[in-house]
């Protein structure tokens, strides 16, 4: 805690890198926020408004609503690990800069 004495807060905030992450990070997380609730969405419309689409089989005594649900767990660990790896690349990347441009 004593080394975050001496933090210009209002300097951070005003750095173009720490803005660039900001942004970028906000963007990609409220995109893809509106991509899965959407997709999530879809569940209960379907079944309201299609139910005969639920009831289609695929395979033997699968059938499409099984196959449905089974991918909004897809689509959320796809959406979790695609996160990850951006992270990785460009997130930490840009805080690696705005540390180094603030020493």
């Known amino acids: 805690m004593a080394e975050n004495d001496n933090v210009s807060w209002?300097?951070?905030a005003g750095n173009s890198k720490f803005i660039e992450l900001k942004n970028k990070k906000r963007n990609f997380l409220f995109s893809w926020w509106i991509?899965?609730?959407i997709y999530y969405l879809l569940l209960p419309v379907?079944?309201?408004y299609f139910p005969e689409t639920f009831n289609v089989k695929v395979i033997g005594p699968?059938?499409?609503g099984y196959l449905f649900i089974l991918s909004q767990f897809v689509v959320?660990?796809?959406v979790a690990a695609y996160y990850a790896h951006v992270a990785n690349k460009d997130?930490?990347?840009l805080t690696k800069q705005l540390i180094d441009a603030l020493k």
Do not use: H, K, L, P
């Open 91 to 93: 997130f930490d990347r």
């Open 35 to 37: 991509v899965s609730t």
């Open 10 to 12: 209002e300097a951070i």
């Open 62 to 64: 699968i059938n499409f």
């Open 76 to 78: 959320a660990i796809g």
């Open 46 to 48: 379907i079944s309201g």
